[in-house]
């Protein structure tokens, strides 16, 4: 059965990031939320992306983009400085020190449709400040699946904003710390549960390489383990990238049931355990469809009994 | 298709623990590793317990393991009095602080198998000093198929006994830290295939709430999900929990394939899941072999996609 995949609209940041881990150190390389969504869900669906840089950025970066058909009339190019973050991870990757952040012309988003993303089946908020979102929230015509994530940041200064957001989209994708502080539940299900009630359809537990849970009104929470990566690069993006391939992955199969969301959870984390084998998105870059299905396919052999 | 099971010999640990968490204390409760898998193996197949118990153990705390038909011949009362370990788990229940370790009579435990329990054929062989398990591989007949446990406190003083163990066993479990601790791999995989080259065809990876990894000579790994529980009271035994149902598990089957041990390891999972639900090996004592199959295809549920 072939469909024609519904399009996706993504919202984020873009940006030029300084990286170190144990693996070594990258300067100024591609980073922000639409640079892995974009990258990723563009082998499963068109997509457009909403976000800005400074008019220092290498837009030739993002050529791989295009190639992959993603839309870029919707990327605001102002004057200024790309949003720089560098950051150094522990040897315990789950553990980072942020060492800058230097919002630059991101300070001054305000994120604007472009006629086309506005009437996108699929739409993705990434990580920005909920007013934002809000904003974007009246723009969107008649998403079929929205998918929202937020960080600490958000939840601590604006609590009122995120619980409204969640009111207002099907899935949440959240880390297990993120899940604590917005409902002081030590135990993730519970967690999830209690977030359930704010109205998302879903909410996705990320945990890093421990993998992450699908909570869902109905039926039995699905566990699902990370695919083991022997030797990890860089784990920044990996949430993104498994945001961007589990939309992308609902966008071209066109099926919102409950096994085929479980189906799409699977395939952002496999596309996630990409991301963290080299530095920001350089893996992705490279990545093909069958690499995706291939090891997706090794996954089901990895789980089954 | 029904099958006689084969008999398991387990030689361990029997201990009085008093052990707080944050959800309580209790003092004196029946523990040691003998007794967790005493209560969940005797739901699959006949055990033999090998353990040493002081003159004050209090003996009809084991009658519901004779109810379920464990034999309880090698079981050595000495004067003195019994192994008792007394800990407080963190609010984080994968930390906790060994308050008091007596060992009483336990420091002489020189296991000696009774004739039947040298002709059983699956031996688990719970943490203890591995000169004294080396002495037990030198009593048994012939095994189809032997689990080893060890602790650091082994790997730190005696890591050649561990060694020699690890060639002379079918399976190995251990936690993530001890697989580190022996292997100097930061990947769990990696160290895992490591001790594979020790000699043992399966190694188990046990991460606590976060699941566990098999890994055999063959085929992928099997990752398996921890069952979740929104409300543990203690993790005491849930180690000793999931390598007795697992065992057990075998032994009833009799099919000791790659897929089958995959299940055992599901087995093992929901087993565990059971006993942190209470202190120590309370919940055990009521737990029936249908509620184990009952949760085991509620985990069934939580895992296909």
Redesign the interface.
């Known amino acids: 059965m072939e469909h024609k995949p519904g399009y996706i609209t993504v919202v984020g940041s873009a940006a030029l990031d300084t990286i170190e881990t144990a693996q070594g150190r990258v300067e100024n390389c591609l980073g922000g939320s639409v640079s892995f969504v974009g990258a990723v869900g563009g082998l499963f669906a068109p997509i457009h992306i909403i976000a800005i840089v400074g008019d220092d950025f290498p837009m030739q970066e993002y050529d791989f983009l295009k190639e992959r058909g993603v839309n870029l009339d919707g990327l605001e190019v102002a004057e200024g400085k790309t949003f720089h973050w560098e950051g150094k991870y522990h ?1 315990d990757m789950n553990q980072r020190d942020t060492l800058a952040t230097e919002l630059g012309v991101f300070e001054g988003f305000d994120p604007k449709l472009t006629k086309e993303a506005m009437r996108a089946e699929y739409l993705l908020l990434a990580n920005i400040n909920p007013e934002l979102q809000l904003n974007v929230m009246t723009q969107i015509k008649k998403p079929r699946f929205t998918v929202f994530d937020t960080m600490n940041l958000w939840i601590n200064i604006n609590l009122d904003g995120v619980k409204k957001m969640l009111g207002k989209v099907d899935m949440v994708t959240l880390n297990d710390e993120e899940v604590f502080l917005l409902t002081n539940e ?5 967690g999830a549960r209690k977030l359930l009630e704010f109205g998302p359809k879903y909410v996705v537990v990320k ?1 890093g390489e ?2 992450s ?1 699908l909570v869902g009104k109905d ?8 695919y ?4 990890p690069i860089d784990p920044t993006g990996a949430g993104d990238t498994f945001a961007g391939a589990m939309l992308g992955y609902l966008a071209s199969t066109s099926d919102l049931g409950p ?1 085929n969301v ?2 799409a ?2 395939y952002g984390t496999v596309a996630a355990s990409f991301t963290v084998e080299a530095f920001g998105v350089e893996r992705l870059k490279t990545l093909t469809h069958e690499e995706l299905n291939a090891r997706y396919r ?1 996954f089901q ?5």
């Open positions: 040897d030590n135990s993730l299900l519970k945990k421990h993998g849970i039926g039995a929470p699905f566990l699902c383990p990370a083991p990566i022997t030797d096994f479980r189906r959870v699977v090794t052999e990895m789980v089954e009994f």
